[in-house]
């Protein structure tokens, strides 16, 4: 069965720290994989795209890299902060209608 | 800010109620879905629309019924609302463009809804 996997822990880390999250799947071949964030009571926030032929994609403190052999993504932000805390998705696209369909998602808190 | 609005954000209602969640977007956007979402888990696809005029069903079976009649609006419907349809609804828009092939979704603030 296809499964998006994300750390169901919380992620906890200092302020000015990267934090790493990772995206695992799982008989999906998508054409590319996005990233949004998730504040509580909110709706998600789409933050980055990266295409099944990239390898990485920049933007500010935000970084995302994409390796289909070993079907991961993982999203980096750097220098963190308290503002950053929040819920981060992972969502993937395959061709055909192109609708993402999103992980769990993993708690990420920047502590001051 | 989103300009995709939902209303209600809250609603509390009784079990064997109808209830109508509404969802606009101003952006132009064809494509528009309904997620559902409980907490700590996946959003799951219950609704979708390509245009006025159609509608799909998601990968999650939902007792909801959807229409699109005008491009800006995509409401929701429950004829009779049950406990076991306590959740949030997400809304969302989008628009494939065939140069980048991406499909990006703007979301509404969500609808939460609790049935007693």
């Known amino acids: 069965s296809q499964k998006i996997e994300q750390n169901s822990e919380a992620l906890n880390i200092q302020e000015g720290k990267t934090a790493t999250l990772t995206c695992n799947y799982t008989?999906?071949?998508?054409?590319?994989l996005q990233w949004y964030r998730q504040d509580p009571g909110r709706g998600p926030v789409f933050l980055l795209l990266?295409?099944?032929?990239?390898k990485e994609k920049r933007k500010e403190r935000l970084k995302v890299t994409f390796d289909t052999t070993l079907k991961q993504s993982l999203f980096h932000i750097t220098a963190s902060q308290p503002a950053d805390s929040a819920t981060y998705l992972c969502?993937?696209?395959?061709?055909?209608?192109?609708?993402?369909?999103f992980g769990r998602g993993t708690s990420l808190i920047v502590h001051p | 800010e989103a300009d995709i609005y939902q209303t209600p954000r809250y609603l509390v209602i009784g079990t064997g109620k109808k209830i109508t969640l509404e969802c606009s977007q101003t952006?132009?956007?064809?494509?528009m879905y309904w997620y559902q979402q409980d907490p700590g888990m996946e959003l799951h696809l219950i609704h979708y629309?390509?245009?006025?005029?159609?509608?799909e069903k998601g990968d999650l079976s939902s007792e909801s019924t959807v229409s699109r009649i005008r491009t800006e609006h995509f409401p929701l419907t429950l004829e009779s609302a049950r406990p076991s349809h306590t959740s949030q609804y997400l809304c969302?828009?989008?628009?494939?463009?065939?140069?980048?092939?991406?499909?990006?979704?703007?979301f509404g603030a969500g609808s939460r809804l609790t049935v007693l």
């Open positions: 969302a828009s989008s628009e494939l463009t065939y140069r980048s092939g991406a499909n990006v979704l703007t």
């Open positions: 008989n999906y071949s998508p054409a590319y």
């Open positions: 990266i295409r099944e032929n990239e």
């Open positions: 969502a993937l696209a395959q061709g055909g209608s192109y609708i993402p369909t």
């Open positions: 952006m132009g956007h064809d494509k």
């Open positions: 629309s390509y245009g006025v005029n159609s509608t």
